[in-house]
């Protein structure tokens, strides 16, 4: 095996090992041992004993959920990044955040009471925002079959702009509301289960399979369009796969977690540095990171302030930003690594 | 054998008229070179070639066919392009960078195979990057680029080149070895290449025939002798030009004759 192959699988061993000791940490610390044994024995009982209970129905389906959105968010980070040949794209460049942000707050403000196998009415607002948001950017920057790059790009920032706006109306017409928005839009994991779990990692994993197959096309990207067309590459029908299938991703993993920023756009990153920059690495290796800093973002998020929750899209911020600074330092003195 | 034609071929871009009514063939095994002013319209009509733009009138033939009726995977394998300048905004290494050359063969999923890898590493021996293999493009100078760019449209196995001035930014002993390479190439391999240059004189030495664009058209299509007369330089560049006989190869040499301002120097 290669040394990327390798590290890919080195990423996944320390994802494994990090979410089973993470299973230990909350207001009930349980050692690794006893968590080993809670996951590997079979529990029939009516009445099991408290730490199971812990361990499969709160933290486990919390987790897993975790690494599944932390995955979705880097693996489609890595998918914009190429897409744009951007290291600043992230996951809501084209207004998945803001549409998901308009949807929350109007399902919050209106008390709009749908729900959907799995999904709240908030997140499932969330979902649709996000994916209409998307819809509109890329049917306002396309002209005839193609959608020319920068136009996508500014048309998400007109969109998202627009979206905030209503939001930020919506705050302010509905302050009795404004602790339950905030709440939303920072982004948690707090209390979510198996069912949350069951209904949006399909969509995830559909989404990161898909973008892992465009990989060599993206890479074909990194000579330009021009030379990418001479290569055989359609554009436009490869722009059309990438946001069909980073947007899925995105909007499942906001459904699931709220707005998570920073994961997104660091990961990739830290994926180029690990594995070079072959998409065909970059977008499981993203995937493998974006899932690992959440986890250890959630943890923190969950026992910092203990018994109270940190917001964990606070803590990605918080982390991120400072972090993200040293890579972009680091870079400067390796220029050509990453980034 | 293969051949690339434009057929009174127009172009433009919005009002703006670049090429009018332009016809050019290329057989193969042949090497012709697009010469002319800035603006005159050469990059315009290698795109044209390329399909990457649509000519407002007339055609483009592969072997017979128009390429706007062929699919993208077909003419990418028949057609081999190097633009003029190529970004590399992520760090594959150089020989990643020639492996895309094998995507119109292998496609977007599959794996390549050992097949693939022996026209790489063919490619690489052929442009001198063997050593420079894993290295990130991202670190390499103006000159290795162009060579890599090559090196990719090789991998590509294309029956024709387009080559937008393929020597830019190289210095003279790569100048003249890419030259050399790109013409033994059309030989050895019965190649149709069709390449822009500035560098009359090398032009003059390595290209069987000379295409001279000026004024939104061909007014010359011939070997180099035929072409590069002082009267032809001259219209085409607006400069006088005296041209006389390469000292080894006896090739057509052309000689700027402006006039130089004296006086100045220590």
Redesign the interface.
């Known amino acids: 095996m290669n040394r990327r192959g390798l590290c890919l699988v080195v990423l996944l061993a320390l994802l494994a090992i990090v979410t089973v000791l993470s299973l230990g940490f909350g207001a009930v610390s349980i050692g690794p041992q006893r968590i080993v044994e809670i996951l590997w024995a079979e529990h029939q009982s009516p009445r099991p004993p408290s730490d199971v209970t812990i361990v499969w129905e709160l933290r486990l389906p919390r987790l897993l959920l975790a690494c599944l959105v932390g995955c979705g968010l880097g693996a489609a980070g890595a998918g914009y990044q ?1 897409l744009f ?2 290291p600043l794209a992230d996951p809501f460049v084209i207004g998945a955040s803001s549409g998901a942000a308009l949807g929350a707050t109007l399902a919050i403000v209106t008390g709009l009471n749908v729900a959907a196998p799995g999904l709240g009415t908030v997140p499932l607002a969330a979902l649709v925002g996000a994916l209409l948001a998307v819809a509109i950017v890329y049917s306002v920057a396309s002209i005839g079959r193609d959608v020319p790059l920068l136009t996508l790009l500014l048309a998400g920032v007109a969109v998202s702009n627009f979206c905030i706006a209503v939001v930020s109306l919506l705050m302010f017409l509905h302050d009795e509301k404004l602790v339950t928005i905030f709440g939303w839009l920072m982004g948690s994991l707090s209390g979510r289960g198996w069912a949350v779990l069951h209904t949006t990692a399909p969509w995830i994993l559909a989404g990161v399979a898909g973008l892992w ?2 990989a ?2 993206l ?2 990207l ?3 369009e ?2 990418a ?6 554009l436009a029908r490869l722009r059309a796969w990438v946001v069909l299938a980073a947007s899925i991703t995105t909007a499942a993993a906001v459904a699931a977690g709220g707005i998570i920023g920073f994961v997104g756009l660091v990961s990739p990153h830290i994926a ?1 540095l690990l594995v ?3 998409h065909a690495f970059v977008i499981p290796a993203s995937g493998l990171v974006g899932a690992l800093l959440l986890v250890v973002a959630d943890d923190l998020a969950r026992t910092v302030t203990a018994p109270a929750e940190l917001p964990v899209g606070v803590v990605t911020a918080l982390l991120g930003s400072p972090f993200f600074l040293v890579l972009l330092k680091t870079r400067e003195r390796n ?4 980034v | 054998m293969s051949s690339l034609a434009a057929q009174e071929v127009s172009c433009g871009y919005g009002d703006r008229r670049v090429l009018e009514s332009l016809s050019l063939a290329v057989r193969a095994g042949e090497v012709v070179s697009l010469l002319g002013p800035n603006g005159a319209g050469k990059t315009t009509l290698l795109r044209a070639l ?1 399909r ?1 733009l649509r000519p407002t009138h007339g055609t483009v033939l592969l072997d017979g066919g128009d390429i706007w009726h062929l699919g ?2 077909d ?3 028949s ?3 190097m ?1 003029q300048s ?8 150089v020989e ?2 020639v492996q ?2 094998r ?2 063969h292998r496609g ?2 599959l794996p390549f195979n050992a097949d693939d890898a022996r026209v790489v590493d063919e490619a690489l021996r052929n442009t001198a990057l063997l050593d420079l293999r894993q290295r ?1 493009i ?2 390499l100078s103006g000159g290795e680029w162009r060579r890599v ?1 090559l090196a ?1 449209a090789l991998a ?1 196995q294309a029956r024709v080149l387009l080559l937008d001035e393929p020597i830019g930014g190289l210095d003279l002993r790569f100048q003249v070895e890419m030259l050399r390479l790109i013409r033994e190439l059309a030989i050895r391999e019965q190649l149709a290449v069709v390449l822009t240059l500035h560098d009359l004189n090398l032009a003059a030495v390595y290209s069987h025939r000379i295409a001279l664009l000026s004024e939104r058209t061909l007014i010359a299509c011939g070997t180099p002798e035929e072409v590069l007369t002082a009267e032809l330089v001259g219209r085409a560049f607006s400069v006088p030009v005296a041209v006389t006989r390469h000292p080894v190869y006896g090739t057509p040499l052309v000689v700027p004759m402006g006039d130089v301002p004296q006086g100045g120097g220590a």
């Open positions: 190429g040949r951007n197959l465009l060599r096309s890479d074909a990194t000579f330009g021009e030379a067309s001479a290569l055989g590459l359609r180029r070079g920059a072959r220029p050509g690594r990453g | 390329a990457l993208a995977g003419l990418s394998r057609v081999g392009l633009p190529e970004r590399r905004d992520w760090p594959l290494t990643e960078s895309m050359g995507a119109p977007w999923l990130p991202t670190e760019i990719r590509q």
